[in-house]
């Protein structure tokens, strides 16, 4: 039967009543005055019946708004089963309207969960801080790379204002900005809480039910500032070291030219002057290129080299400043092992090591070298002094570029300031290590790590 549910019950209630009277006539018409009890009969079986109808109704009704109960508050979840729907009066087509719906729901909010998901995981792969604050300066979001910087140990940020998070004025004051003027800000600031590290922050405004909210993220900016650092202090140091032997030369070729070319008693005297300033910004040079090429991987093809022979070349070489200075040469053992690189690099580095071994020593001290096989099967090379050793302090920086533990000194005795990094450079291009052990005034050892072949 179609047609609205309405229809179809007063269709029924008529029906019974028409069927009541129907049989309380034909039984006055039958007995007559003798009508009394059939008729009570009669109407306590319609009522009956009526009752029972209305029960199975009500039953049916009931399981009915039960299932659209059902499914409206599966609708919320996404989670509503489908209801099987047999019927096409009024409260099967809601049925049939509500399924749809249910439907259409569940797909926008699978939907909404999966782009919140991946927006969740960007935001938390990020390697820069994210944070959004609501008109109120309180935390909505901010992702594990912002709480890894500012170190937050709590269970949840969630409710917590920004000075509760970040007791920082800076990022305060930025984001107070972008909430009151709508305008894209960016400031650059050490943040207290992340152990004085440097970050650039871009806040921009950020559109919430609330109102304007704002949303920063954090670049670390902290290695880049010690790499600009590090290049001011390389190009000062550069300039410093060859401003001083060419204004040697400058200064000793003009009293030549003033003059002193006529001075027999100087003019040679002035003449290796200048040779001497010469060739040290020859060694400036020269050392420069070797960290170029040692930096940019551009190594000769690799080859199988003898620690002996490179440790007998550098003896021999440094053996006349040795003599000259006092400095006692000694070779302890020396096993015969090999590792892969290049020879030349090798040599440069130990005799950079052996050259500072004798510049910075003692007079009649000593210097030791050997070689040999360690516990884990490498080459350990060791070069030991009896010298005025390097204070504690400046044993992490002796690796730098241009880096003088005495300035006065190591001009006194030459070098270029930068044979220590090309050791360092040319140890870990062969993958090797290099280790330091110093105690001022009684000397240093420097031990050379390598894998042997």
Do not use: W
Not at 183 to 201: D, I, P, W
Not at 262 to 286: C, M, Q, T
Not at 325 to 347: A, P, Q, T
């Amino acid at each position: 039967m179609t047609g609205s549910l309405f229809r179809r019950l007063v269709f029924l209630a008529m029906a019974l009543v028409a069927v009541t009277l129907f049989a309380m006539d034909r039984l006055l018409i039958s007995y007559g005055a003798d009508a009394r009890v059939p008729v009570l009969l009669v109407a306590l079986g319609s009522a009956m019946l009526a009752l029972f109808l209305a029960f199975s109704i009500s039953r049916s009704l009931a399981r009915r708004v039960s299932r659209l109960k059902h499914l409206a508050e599966g609708m919320l979840t996404g989670a509503a089963d489908q209801p099987h729907i047999d019927t096409s009066d009024d409260l099967g087509t809601l049925e049939r309207s509500l399924a749809s719906v249910a439907r259409e729901l569940k797909r926008l909010l699978d939907r909404l969960r999966f782009e919140n998901a991946r927006r969740e995981a960007i935001l938390s792969s990020m390697a820069e801080g994210v944070l959004a604050v609501d008109p109120d300066l309180r935390v909505t979001f901010c992702n594990t790379a912002f709480l890894k910087a500012i170190g937050f140990r709590a269970a949840s940020f969630e409710g917590l204002s920004l000075l509760e998070l970040v007791r920082d004025t800076g990022l305060h004051q930025l984001l107070r900005e972008v909430l009151a003027t709508g305008e894209a800000q960016q400031h650059r600031f050490k943040l207290s809480a992340a152990y004085g590290r440097t970050f650039e922050v871009q806040a921009t405004p950020l559109a919430m039910p609330s109102g304007r909210g704002a949303i920063a993220i954090l670049h670390d900016i902290t290695e880049l500032e010690r790499l600009e650092q590090v290049r001011k202090d390389f190009v000062a140091n550069v300039s410093h070291e060859m401003r001083t032997p060419l204004s040697g030369v400058i200064g000793y070729a003009d009293t030549l030219l003033d003059g002193a070319l006529e001075d027999k008693a100087h003019n040679r005297k002035f003449v290796e002057i200048i040779r001497s300033n010469a060739v040290r910004l020859g060694s400036i040079a020269a050392d420069l290129l070797v960290l170029s090429d040692l930096e940019s991987g551009a190594d000769p093809e690799p080859e199988v080299i003898s620690v002996l022979g490179v440790l007998e070349a550098a003896l021999v070489t440094v053996g006349a400043e040795a003599r000259e200075r006092g400095v006692m040469l000694v070779s302890e053992k020396i096993d015969n092992v090999f590792v892969m690189g290049s020879r030349l690099r090798l040599e440069q580095a130990i005799l950079n090591l052996l050259a500072n071994a004798v510049k910075f020593n003692k007079p009649n001290g000593e210097v030791r070298i050997g070689a040999s096989l360690d516990d884990r099967q490498r080459v350990s090379i060791f070069i030991a002094d009896t010298g005025v050793g390097i204070p504690s302090e400046d044993l992490p920086r002796i690796f730098e570029r241009f880096y003088r533990i005495d300035k006065a000194r190591s001009r006194q005795v030459g070098g270029t300031g930068l044979g220590l990094s090309i050791v360092k450079h040319v140890v870990e291009r062969m993958n090797g290590v290099i280790e330091v052990e110093s105690t001022l005034g009684r000397g240093s050892t420097f031990i050379l790590r390598l894998p042997s072949v």
